[in-house]
């Protein structure tokens, strides 16, 4: 429980870094990162009940499309301000990190 808590938090936190290196408006920095982490507990939790990966990539990527376009509409913003830093999770570059360790330590 407590390394689902660190991840989440190291998601908002990384969600919103990205934001800032991709210049996006101030005001859109904390709803990219709520929905980085909403999207990201989504995929997490959809792993712990036993689904696959693929299904929960695109669980969390639906996610991130419905909540990016309700945000939009709500702070009359641009999509992309707040789909494009959410999808930092689902970088595969983590999880080709966590297979090849797991394959490393059997």
Known sequence: ML???I????????TVAFGIILNIPRRALNTSGWI????????KLYLMAG???????FLGA?????LSMQAARWLKMPVINFNIP?????????????MVKKLCLG
């Open 3 to 5: 390394t689902l808590i």
């Open 62 to 66: 639906l996610l991130i499309g419905i």
């Open 36 to 43: 980085g982490l909403l999207s990201f507990l989504a995929y």
């Open 7 to 14: 991840d989440l938090v190291l998601t908002y936190i990384s």
């Open 86 to 98: 959410s999808l930092v999770p689902f970088v595969p570059g983590g999880q080709a990190y966590q």
């Open 51 to 57: 689904g696959g990966i693929v299904g929960g990539n």
